[in-house]
């Protein structure tokens, strides 16, 4: 199987910063890149020629790069092809879609296309975030929250030309759309590539990293998650606050942004009963399939004596088998949903209702 990486984020965010990296650096990789583009930021024309529709251009560490403006099924059918008949040679593929695209589709077409799904594997969605615009484009483009909410890496760029605080607001306001991503600020002139690939985003597995913030924050009664929220604004009042007091940065402004991509999370120490579960979860996919971008879980389900693993993208889910429970430990139903305006009530109700 081909691993395959989406790299995504709005304009400016430095995709292609990234993407001359990966075709010009001595990193020893033979790598397949896929420029998903409508003409709005392509990689140099020193590089490319775009001439024809399609064009497949070898780089000089090896990799190739071909742009396609359309079907990305064809061009990746053409690539394996190739690859099968010893035209080309690569060991994996990066896809940049356009910085305004949705990546879900481009996601969607690793599970939908059979032929697709037999020789490359989606490993993972890797979504940039240019630090000083992020704001304003979080607030203005839904597709910009979709970016973030399907991520399963997120990196900060051009950090470096905003404060800490305002940096701390950011962080703050991506985790509550996307707890399971890890957010990195990196710097791509020194980024390390190896932090790109391999990350297994969309395997089935009984790992489910969930930022420990995010958890802390929820906390488990909402008076618990009041009071931390107070302390926390007090801490930082005199910090970061202009004299009127009406600039406080930390705090005050984590309230405001009312994004329409917003995740929770859901654990109960009570075992599923595997029938009512399948169920229910079958209707929630059925009608709210379209918001919700990513979910996972690891489950603790009755008469089973191994963890249940399930994750999926808008309506297609996986599940499977993993690990036994240890003895010494603590049996626990984990999950994560990620979507647009969730009925997060709805959904944690009916959740109760399936435990055994």
């Given amino acids: ?10 304009l400016g965010s430095g995709k292609t910063t990234l993407l001359k990296r990966i075709l010009n650096e001595p990193h020893g990789m033979k790598i397949a890149v896929i420029e998903n583009e409508f003409g709005e930021e392509n990689i140099d024309n020193d590089i490319l020629v775009q001439e024809s529709a399609e064009q497949i251009v070898q780089m000089s560490n090896g990799c190739i790069c071909c742009t396609i403006r359309g079907d990305l099924s064809r061009a990746l059918s053409d690539l394996s092809e190739q690859k099968r008949e010893g035209k080309l040679k690569f060991d994996r593929v990066v896809i940049e879609t356009t910085g305004l695209a949705n990546p879900g589709p481009v996601a969607q077409t690793f599970f939908i296309d059979e032929s697709i799904a037999d020789e490359f594997l989606l490993d993972a969605v890797i979504t940039l975030v240019d630090a000083k615009h992020a704001n304003q484009q979080l607030d203005e483009h839904e597709v ?21 605080a305002t940096l701390a607001d950011l962080r703050h306001r991506l985790l509550q759309m996307n707890p399971k991503a890890p957010i990195q600020v990196v710097n791509f002139g020194n980024a390390d590539i190896k932090e790109i690939f391999d990350l297994r985003g969309f395997n089935l597995n009984a790992k489910l990293e969930i930022d420990p913030d995010f958890l802390a924050e929820d906390g488990h009664a909402h008076a618990h998650h009041h ?9 930082h009042e005199h910090a970061h606050c202009d004299h009127d007091h009406g600039h406080c940065t930390h705090g005050h402004q984590h309230a405001h942004h009312d994004d329409k991509i917003k995740s929770f999370v859901y654990r109960s120490e009570r075992a599923f009963d595997p029938q009512k579960l399948e169920d229910f979860l079958g209707g929630i996919l059925q009608i709210y399939g379209e918001r919700l971008l990513r979910y996972k879980g690891v489950l603790f389900m009755k008469g089973i004596d191994r963890k249940v693993v399930f994750q999926g993208v808008h309506q297609m889910m996986g599940s499977d088998l993993a690990a036994r429970w240890l003895p010494a430990e603590k049996k626990t139903s984990k999950m994560v949903f990620i979507g ?12 109760d209702a399936c435990r055994a």
Avoid at 151 to 160: E, M, N
Avoid at 227 to 235: G, N, P
Wanted: charged content about 25%; overall charge negative; hydrophobic content about 40%.
């Fill in 227 to 235: 009071a931390h929220h107070h302390e926390h604004e007090h801490e």
């Fill in 1 to 10: 199987m081909i691993p395959v990486t989406i790299l995504t984020g709005f």
């Fill in 340 to 351: 647009v305006d969730l009925p997060r009530d709805l959904i944690t109700d009916g959740l």
């Fill in 144 to 164: 910009v929250q979709r970016q973030v909410g399907f991520a399963d890496r997120l990196f900060i760029t051009k950090a470096d030309l905003v404060d800490e």
